[in-house]
Every structure is written in structure tokens, then in C-alpha cells.
């Protein structure tokens, strides 16, 4: 995947260990975070998503578990044709603590995914599958 570096400052996404399905990404900026705000956060970089992929922005596990800082719009989505500069939206759910977000610190996961094109075809009726049209809590949780 070709990644343009936009922030010479800023690392090149990496996996953290062999056999990792995430990316890290990193802050390009610094950024205090205020209990129950949010922020447009820059990552310095813009990426090319091969064709026929398409790029998820996941949460970071333990930004979420030490600091209570989640994504909104997660999973975000990047298209395979795409190619401005890859931005994270962080949101502070901790109610009492600010959380300072430092240049150069890890902030979310770039996760890249085959996605097949389908062919739309309207039809009258679908098929019947074992779950039907139970949803939102039908399979009891």
C-alpha cells in the first residue's frame, strides 16, 4: 500500500507485532480533549487503498481501557479511491479527566480489507434465511 507522508515528523503506520490485522496510526498534531469532547485529529498521512479493499479506521483498545477515549464514525471508512489525508474523529468519554493527545502518539488502527463490488438487482421478494427480519436484540442480548 503506497502511503504518502504528509508530516515528515509523523511514522509510517506499522503493525505493533507479526500478525497484527491493524496498522497504527498517529497524531500529526497535539490535542487536549476535555471530558466529552471531540476532535477531528490529523495523521500526517494520506494512503493509496489497493483497488478492491477498503481501508476501516478501528479504536486503539487501550486508549479506550486507560483513558476512556473512543472513535466516532467507527468504524471509518476509507474508499480505495481516496486519496486526501487520513483524519481521526477521537471523542473523550472519560465525565471527569481531560486527555492530552501528543504528536507522535498512537491514536487509532487502520485495519485493510478485500471488499467485492456486488451487482444490486431489485427484487419482489428475498429469500428466506434462519433469522428472517428479527433484529436489534432478536437472538436474545
Known amino acids: 500500500m503506497a502511503v504518502k507522508r ?3 515528523e509523523v511514522p ?3 503493525y505493533a507485532h507479526d500478525g497484527d490485522a491493524g496498522l497504527d ?3 500529526s498534531e497535539d490535542v487536549r480533549l476535555g471530558p466529552g469532547q471531540r476532535a477531528m485529529v490529523s495523521t500526517g498521512i494520506a494512503v493509496a487503498i489497493p483497488a478492491g479493499h477498503a481501508g476501516y479506521v478501528q479504536p486503539r483498545s487501550g486508549l479506550a481501557a486507560k483513558h476512556g477515549i473512543g472513535l466516532l464514525n467507527s468504524p471509518g471508512l476509507i474508499d480505495s479511491g481516496y486519496r486526501g489525508e487520513i483524519k481521526v474523529i477521537l471523542i473523550n ?3 471527569d479527566s481531560p ?3 501528543r504528536k507522535g502518539d498512537r ?3 487502520l485495519v485493510v ?11 419482489s421478494e428475498l429469500p428466506d434465511s434462519d433469522r428472517g427480519e428479527g433484529g436489534f436484540g432478536s437472538t436474545g442480548s
Open 6 to 8: 504528509l508530516d515528515p
Open 12 to 14: 509510517l503506520p506499522r
Open 25 to 27: 496510526l498517529f497524531a
Open 93 to 95: 468519554l472519560d465525565s
Open 99 to 101: 486527555v492530552e493527545i
Open 107 to 109: 491514536i487509532a488502527q
Open 113 to 123: 480489507l478485500a471488499v467485492p463490488q456486488v451487482m444490486v438487482i431489485e427484487a
